[in-house]
């Protein structure tokens, strides 16, 4: 019979050096010195329309002041702009620029034919087949982190 905790941990491990790998071959390839939350945000913006910084953390599980901290060095770049909510006086709202549209897709563009060659190298059937177990496991984490807060 095998080690249901020695199991939980090689796959901890697992996650946690392929995450630290891949941010760092993503970020040796993003342009202009972007970070990889910078580039994040910017897909989600370009895909998502207006937020609030609020459903900005939420959305990428970190504080408020982190993400205000990178919403202001986004801004500073001219990639995003920050209005007040007309509705609610205490709420911003964060729009992708033009500027930030072009950001995002000039590191699209950067970090595309890395992931399509360690697709490639992995196998298209590989990585469908491992796509589900790696969505479920994200969306047992978010309940658990949910339910804990």
């Known amino acids: ?15 946690l050096t392929a995450d630290q790998l891949l941010r760092a071959r993503l970020t040796r390839v993003l342009p202009n010195r972007m970070e990889i939350s910078h580039f994040s945000v910017l897909n989600h913006l370009a895909r998502g329309g207006e937020k609030t910084p609020a459903q900005l953390a939420r959305a ?3 504080t408020r002041g982190a993400m205000t901290n990178t919403l202001g060095k986004l801004e500073v770049s ?49 990585v ?3 796509l589900p177990v790696l969505r479920e496991l994200r969306l047992k984490l978010e309940s658990d982190l949910g339910e804990a807060g």
Request: glycine share 8%.
């Open 1 to 15: 019979m095998s080690d249901p905790s020695g199991l939980a941990i090689s796959l901890i491990s697992e996650l």
């Open 60 to 62: 990428f599980h970190v």
């Open 78 to 126: 001219g990639y995003v702009h920050i209005r007040p909510d007309w509705d609610d006086a205490r709420r911003k709202l964060v729009s992708i620029s033009p500027a930030g549209k072009s950001a995002r897709d000039a590191a699209l563009a950067a970090i595309t034919p890395l992931i399509t060659a360690m697709v490639g190298e992995l196998g298209d059937a590989r």
């Open 128 to 130: 469908r087949a491992t």
